[in-house]
């Protein structure tokens, strides 16, 4: 089984400002991997960022990038440089190898303000 | 253009009515998965497939199935729909079985019951 949880229902920050959302996560699974989705007003989903669990250095995508802590469960979304094109749901995705089963977390609500 | 396509876009129904999502991605991909989302609750996995005559339980699949008789065609059937299933649903596909590769998701569909 395996569980994850944005703790953050909304965020806001100011333009050209840093935010970090967070996601902490469970799984049974020894190999897995983790991403951040950005889903705006159209409902579109769009990949910012993937981990995989047994990398230690962190990913990161242009002004993206993550903090990934695996003894502690923790998977955060920085956003560097933040734009108004930023605004969005962002949602954290958890999945093992071992078999098709996807979890995402409840999603955060990001605003951006000029 | 590669993409996933869902059908209809939007649907207005009532408890008990039978009906059908269809679900097509044209990018040859193995893996497919239908996803619902509810305010708060974020994307919740209802059924995946691996590949061909092959599906498996999500999260959430009490109340409705599946097939996969096609790697193209993933549809999603609401045998009896009731109020609770009101929702909005994507369907997503990715090359391989995921966590590794990147999932395509389509449109969505905005499922009103009455």
């Known amino acids: 089984a395996q569980t994850v949880t944005q703790s953050q229902p909304e965020m806001s920050v100011q333009e050209a400002e840093t935010v970090t959302l967070s996601c902490t996560y469970d799984?049974?699974?020894?190999?897995?991997?983790l991403f951040w989705y950005k889903q705006p007003p159209s409902r579109q989903m769009i990949l910012v960022i993937r981990q995989e669990a047994y990398k230690q250095q962190n990913a990161t995508e242009n002004r993206f990038s993550v903090n990934f802590q695996k003894a502690a469960k923790s998977f955060s979304l920085k956003i560097s440089d933040s734009q108004l094109g930023d605004a969005a749901m962002y949602l954290c995705?958890?999945?093992?190898?071992?078999?098709?089963?996807?979890?995402f977390g409840q999603g955060t609500i990001l605003t951006v303000h000029p | 253009e590669a993409q996933v396509t869902q059908n209809p876009r939007y649907l207005i129904t009532v408890t008990g009515k039978k009906l059908t999502v269809t679900c097509s991605q044209n990018m040859n991909h193995e893996y497919m998965s239908w996803y619902r989302q509810d305010p708060g609750l974020g994307l919740r996995q209802i059924y995946y497939?691996?590949?061909?005559?092959?599906?498996d339980k999500g999260d959430v699949p009490e109340g409705y199935k599946v097939s996969r008789k096609e790697k193209r065609n993933f549809p999603l059937i609401l045998e009896s729909p009731s109020p609770n299933q009101t929702s909005l649903y994507f369907c997503a596909s990715s090359q391989r079985g995921p966590p590794s590769s990147e999932q395509y998701f389509g449109p969505g569909t905005r499922l009103t019951v009455t």
């Open positions: 799984t049974s699974e020894s190999d897995y991997y």
């Open positions: 497939s691996m590949n061909v005559e092959v599906t």
């Open positions: 995705l958890a999945g093992g190898t071992s078999y098709g089963k996807l979890t």
